[in-house]
Structures are given as structure tokens and as C-alpha cells.
């Protein structure tokens, strides 16, 4: 048996595709462009190149991008005073600050600074409270976790009722893919480092999600036949026969995954496109409230 796999690409680029005409129906019907600002603290190659390939998204669909770049000696009621400015402009529906910011400055500080009506990264401390609490929404689902349970319903994984198994417990994945996988009527469970034998855990999971951030930790004899399998994971491996001298892996070590689950996601390919997808449409989201659509 070989997986079905799950084309995060593709569905991305459906996803993308679907927000530029609902942005040029707006630009006709209100006179209305969307707006998401960046902010980048320093001069991280990373960080720098996840903000040129949002904003290289952002004007692909439509959407304004907003660049603010600052020193990265940039003190943090400066940075404070900027966010406030954003959280005043029309024109601006979403804020985005990238992550890491420099060791002197208070992260928590910052984002909890920013409007909770645009805050399209889903971080606010309202927004996750909203996502753990049964019979609530936020205004905003953290990306990942979102694109995460949209890769899901598009490879038609049914979700309520199943045992899901969540390895990896980050305020960024882990703990809120648990809490959408349970709004979605999952029984889930959350492994970590701490967890006595892993494999006893997998192994009887219909729906894995693998986000702890170890190359190729789960293997296909942790798997459930059948499973759906989503790796949340990006890790570099030495291969002296790749060009860069490395190449990318996930948190699942794909070949003997492939063999034993029912679908997988790629890495690359996979929940990577995903992401930027889901911060663009929570970002149009933020633009209908504001013109009241």
C-alpha cells in the first residue's frame, strides 16, 4: 500500500486563487484594497526571507503589503509605538511582527500590543483563549494549525469521531492544532518529549500530526495503517550528494511512512504553502469586517 499524498502546493494554490477574485470583487464593489504590515526587527537571513515571500504573496493576491523594517537595536517601546500606529490605520487589516525579535525586547509585550482585530497570526491572548473554550471562535486561527485542519477536510480525512494524536506541544502548532482537532469532535491526545513510549501512542491514531521538530522521528512501524498523516516538521539533513550539501526532511521519516498510512503530506510541499495561504485569508477576513461584507 502507498499513501495517498496530500498536495499542500496545489491546495494553497487553489486557496490563493480563491482570495484574489474575492479581492477584486472588492476593490469593484467598495473601492476597498486590503492591507497586510509586516514589521521586521533586525537583519535574521530567515526572518528577512519569510517576509519578502509573504509580501511576494500578498501582491499576488491583491493584497497591499506594508514593509516596516527597524534596526535591530530598535527599542521595544519604539516598536510598541509602531504597532499602536498600525492598530489606528484604515488602511491596515492585519499585523504581522516576525518572529524571533531580538533578545532585549519582551515578544509577549509586543504581540499582546497588537488589535485583536488584526491579529491575522492568532496569537492574541483573547484569540487562543477563544480556541480553547467549547462554544467559542476567534476572530483569527493561528496559520499553521489552520492550514493544518483545511489539508484535512480537503483530502476528505474525517475528523469527528477519530482518535488523533498530536506530537509536539508549541504555542505555535502543537497545542492549538489539539484544540481545533477537538473542535472538529477528535478525541486527542498531546505527546512531547516527556512521553513514555511514543509508538503506543501512534500507533492507534487514525490522524497524526507530527510538529515536535526531530528530523524523521516517526517512522512507518509507529504508524497505524491507514492513519492520516500531516508533517508539520522542516529540518535540515546532511546529504553530500544534494547541491546545497543538505536536504529538507519532516518530522516523519517519509519512505517508511508512505508505505503504512492511508495519506501524508510532503515536506516541502506539504503544510509550508499552507501557511502563508491561511495568513493571506485571514487577512481578506479582516478586510470583509471592515467594509461589512
Same mark, same amino acid.
Given at each position: 500500500?502507498?499513501? #495517498?499524498?496530500?498536495?499542500?502546493?496545489?491546495?494553497?494554490?487553489?486557496?490563493?486563487?480563491?482570495?484574489?477574485?474575492?479581492?477584486?470583487?472588492?476593490?469593484?464593489?467598495?473601492?476597498?484594497?486590503?492591507?497586510?504590515?509586516?514589521?521586521?526587527?533586525?537583519?535574521? *537571513?530567515? !526572518?528577512?526571507?519569510?517576509?519578502?515571500?509573504?509580501?511576494?504573496?500578498?501582491?499576488?493576491?491583491?493584497?497591499?503589503? #506594508?514593509?516596516? *523594517?527597524?534596526?535591530?537595536? *530598535?527599542?521595544?517601546?519604539?516598536?510598541?509605538?509602531?504597532?499602536?500606529?498600525?492598530?489606528?490605520?484604515?488602511?491596515?487589516?492585519?499585523?504581522?511582527?516576525?518572529?524571533?525579535?531580538?533578545?532585549? #525586547?519582551?515578544?509577549?509585550?509586543?504581540?499582546?500590543?497588537?488589535?485583536?482585530?488584526?491579529?491575522?497570526?492568532? +496569537?492574541?491572548?483573547?484569540?487562543?483563549?477563544?480556541?480553547?473554550?467549547?462554544?467559542?471562535?476567534?476572530? +483569527?486561527?493561528?496559520?499553521?494549525?489552520?492550514?493544518? #485542519?483545511?489539508?484535512?477536510?480537503?483530502?476528505?480525512?474525517?475528523?469527528?469521531?477519530?482518535?488523533?494524536?498530536?506530537?509536539?506541544?508549541?504555542?505555535?502548532?502543537?497545542?492549538?492544532?489539539?484544540?481545533? $482537532?477537538?473542535?472538529?469532535?477528535?478525541?486527542?491526545?498531546?505527546?512531547? !518529549?516527556?512521553?513514555?513510549?511514543?509508538?503506543?501512542?501512534?500507533?492507534?491514531?487514525?490522524?497524526?500530526?507530527?510538529?515536535?521538530?526531530?528530523?524523521?522521528?516517526?517512522?512507518?512501524?509507529?504508524?497505524?495503517?491507514?492513519?492520516?498523516?500531516?508533517?508539520?516538521?522542516?529540518?535540515?539533513?546532511?546529504?553530500?550528494?544534494?547541491?546545497?550539501?543538505?536536504?529538507?526532511?519532516?518530522?516523519?521519516? +517519509?519512505?517508511?511512512?508512505?508505505?503504512?498510512?492511508?495519506?501524508?503530506?510532503?515536506?516541502?510541499?506539504?503544510?509550508?504553502?499552507?501557511?502563508?495561504?491561511?495568513? $493571506?485569508?485571514?487577512?481578506?477576513?479582516?478586510?470583509?469586517?471592515?467594509?461589512?461584507?
Amino acid at each position: 500500500m502507498s499513501a #495517498i499524498l496530500i498536495d499542500g502546493t496545489a491546495i494553497a494554490k487553489k486557496i490563493r486563487a480563491g482570495i484574489a477574485e474575492t479581492v477584486t470583487e472588492m476593490k469593484a464593489g467598495h473601492n476597498y484594497v486590503p492591507g497586510l504590515a509586516t514589521v521586521l526587527v533586525g537583519d535574521d *537571513t530567515a !526572518s528577512s526571507t519569510y517576509v519578502r515571500m509573504k509580501q511576494r504573496a500578498c501582491e499576488e493576491a491583491g493584497i497591499r503589503s #506594508i514593509g516596516h *523594517t527597524l534596526p535591530a537595536e *530598535t527599542p521595544q517601546d519604539e516598536l510598541v509605538e509602531l504597532v499602536t500606529s498600525l492598530n489606528a490605520d484604515p488602511h491596515v487589516n492585519g499585523i504581522l511582527v516576525q518572529l524571533p525579535l531580538p533578545g532585549h #525586547i519582551d515578544e509577549e509585550a509586543v504581540l499582546n500590543s497588537i488589535s485583536l482585530e488584526k491579529d491575522v497570526d492568532g +496569537f492574541h491572548p483573547v484569540n487562543i483563549g477563544r480556541l480553547a473554550m467549547k462554544g467559542r471562535d476567534p476572530l +483569527f486561527i493561528p496559520c499553521t494549525p489552520y492550514g493544518v #485542519i483545511v489539508l484535512l477536510r480537503e483530502a476528505g480525512v474525517k475528523m469527528s469521531g477519530a482518535e488523533a494524536v498530536v506530537v509536539g506541544r508549541s504555542n505555535i502548532v502543537g497545542l492549538p492544532v489539539a484544540m481545533l $482537532l477537538q473542535k472538529e469532535n477528535a478525541t486527542v491526545t498531546i505527546c512531547h !518529549s516527556r512521553t513514555k513510549d511514543l509508538a503506543e501512542h501512534t500507533r492507534r491514531a487514525d490522524i497524526v500530526i507530527a510538529a515536535i521538530g526531530r528530523a524523521e522521528m516517526i517512522t512507518g512501524d509507529m504508524l497505524k495503517p491507514g492513519a492520516a498523516v500531516i508533517d508539520v516538521g522542516i529540518n535540515r539533513k546532511d546529504d553530500p550528494t544534494a547541491k546545497r550539501g543538505y536536504r529538507l526532511v519532516g518530522d516523519v521519516e +517519509f519512505e517508511s511512512a508512505k508505505e503504512v498510512a492511508g495519506a501524508i503530506t510532503p515536506v516541502p510541499g506539504g503544510v509550508g504553502p499552507m501557511t502563508i495561504a491561511m495568513l $493571506l485569508q485571514n487577512t481578506l477576513h479582516s478586510a470583509q469586517k471592515a467594509v461589512g461584507d
